[in-house]
């Protein structure tokens, strides 16, 4: 399997496909006044220094996002996508890489809230210091669990407004993660059925990676899409991470179309080997 920790991965291929996606969605739920919340089942550290040695040990974002920061003519979800981490490192060059909650802090108006669950020790720590040091305003607008968010996300639906994104993001270095990931879906949608569910799974030589999303393709009168990049050939001993998946239930009408152009460009600009491709394929919308 692949080694974990958010850092070592930060800024990878899977992130710009997780990110960009998860960009779309935020801006999509922007568009109504309601309020709504977001509940990020795997938080990690929120932020991360791609100059740091966790980060550098590995340098997976120069496979991720280095190949297209200085790239002209993006598809328009990749355009914002690269232009929102941009602006956190002030225009300049690539040094901070933000993780799913700090994007979805930032997109998040003051009348949303945010609830994160974390358990590894380190991480929660330093997500807990990077919200307080946003000042007592955005403070209030998260909550943060020293709990597994699998069974934390049980208390957390249906939200008070009756909108929300769920994100269902765990490591997989367990194989009953599939299993995990599965139920919470399944019981998610018995709490909240109009709900926002997005689950990113790895594209990896396990079976239980794959019967993970057959079993959520079969879920009974459900809208979904199903957006997956692979960048190079699986590795022959059945090792490592070749590419990675978003599954999306209830997904905005506008992320298909999006996706018919951003996936194709990924792709190419993303692939390691001559193996490169993508899928997308949905549900219902």
Known sequence: ???????????????????SILLHILQYFNKKETPYWII???????????????????????????????????????????DHI???????????????????????????????FELHPTEIDVIRDNIDQQGSEISRQVSIFEKDGFSGLKSQLPPVPRRGIVLIDPSYEDKMDYRHTLMAIKDGLKRFSTGCYAVWYPLINRKEA?????????????????????VRKPAADGHGLHGSGMFIINPPYTLHAA?????????????????????????GN
């Open 1 to 19: 399997m692949f080694s974990y920790r958010h850092a070592f991965h930060a800024g990878n291929h899977a992130d710009v496909l997780k990110h």
């Open 40 to 82: 990020d089942t795997h938080a990690g550290a929120g932020i991360y220094d791609l100059e740091d040695a966790w980060a550098e040990k590995t340098a997976e974002f120069r496979e991720g996002i280095t190949r297209i920061w200085d790239n002209t003519n993006l598809p328009q979800d990749l355009q914002v996508y690269i």
């Open 86 to 116: 941009r602006n956190l490192n002030d225009g300049g060059d690539l040094s901070y890489y933000p993780g799913s909650p700090w994007i979805s802090l930032e997109l998040m108006r003051p009348k949303d809230r945010l609830h994160l």
């Open 210 to 230: 794959h019967d993970m999303v057959r079993q959520l393709e079969k879920l009974p009168d459900t809208q979904w899409l199903n957006a997956s990049l692979a």
């Open 259 to 283: 996706l018919e152009k951003s996936l194709p460009y990924l792709a190419k600009h993303l692939a390691q080997d001559s193996s490169a491709s993508f899928s997308l394929t949905r549900q």
